[in-house]
């Protein structure tokens, strides 16, 4: 079993950059996939961007594609989700998730095994 918290959550400004950081207990972390996810209230989660255990696959849904990088830290059991050019519509809750796979970086929440608490992002305008 892992456990996941996520950091870095803020209010920012339209145009700013914001990093997040999910850092996972237990030595397992290196073998699992990771996902990055948002939510608002009202709407189902969403698929942002996910990496493979070792790090060398990505995939990114298109609305982020281009504006957040993905990348991960085994030795320090941490992801990252790097933003720019944030936008009134990126508000959200932002977790990390992840999942025992074999490199098929699924898109699907229901896919992934363990959940963060979230961490919450405002962007003003």
């Known amino acids: 079993q892992v456990q996941l918290v996520e950091f870095g959550g803020a209010l920012v400004q339209a145009g700013d950059s914001l990093r997040l950081s999910c850092v996972a207990s237990g030595r397992a972390f290196r073998s699992y996939e990771l996902g990055w996810f948002r939510q608002t209230p009202g709407k189902e989660r969403e698929f942002l961007c996910s990496?493979?255990?070792?790090?060398?696959?990505?995939n990114y849904a298109d609305s982020v594609k281009g504006r957040f990088t993905i990348s991960r830290d085994n030795a320090k059991n941490t992801a990252y989700l790097q933003m720019f050019s944030l936008k009134p519509e990126d508000t959200a809750v932002y977790y990390c998730?992840?999942?025992?796979?074999?490199?098929?970086?699924?898109?699907?929440?229901?896919?992934?095994?363990?959940w963060g608490q979230g961490t919450q992002v405002t962007v003003s305008s």
């Open positions: 998730a992840v999942r025992n796979g074999l490199g098929s970086l699924p898109r699907e929440p229901d896919k992934y095994n363990y």
């Open positions: 990496i493979s255990w070792s790090g060398s696959s990505t």
